[in-house]
């Protein structure tokens, strides 16, 4: 898996990360059971601090995408083992308003709004967007 930072973005490094590797669990770049690399590894491949890889590997483990061992490091888990809990939606409610209200500011029609959440959903799925 390729991950790619901004560095030079206002989004944290550690959200960042966490942003690409879900990506790759959701796509399957990432498969069940592969092992993530080191904290220590990681951090040197993206020259970053080991805080931040260590606090994006927690964050992950806290909301079940992966799984921690002291022997095996942190293992990806199946997509669907994370449900969709009442706090997710309300997480996602509030940044899809977000979003949507950027796109009602740039007078982007609903449709083309929908359209572009549903590609993206697809795209993650293996689905044609049909």
């Known amino acids: 898996m390729i991950v790619t930072l901004d560095y030079e973005s206002e989004l944290p490094l550690y959200s960042q990360l966490y942003d690409e590797i879900v990506r790759g669990i959701a796509d399957g770049s990432l498969a069940p059971g592969d092992s993530l690399p080191s904290v ?29 061992h002291r022997q095996k490091g942190a293992l990806v888990q199946p997509p669907g083992s994370v449900p969709a809990t009442p706090e997710f939606r309300a997480m996602m409610s509030r940044q899809l308003r977000s979003l949507a209200a950027e796109a009602v500011c740039r007078s982007m029609k609903e449709e083309e709004f929908v359209e572009q959440c549903r590609s993206a959903y697809r795209s993650l799925k293996g689905e044609n967007s049909s």
């Open 40 to 68: 220590r590894s990681l951090a040197g491949d993206l020259s970053i601090n080991l805080h931040t890889v260590n606090k994006t590997y927690q964050r992950l483990k806290q909301e079940g995408y992966v799984q921690i």
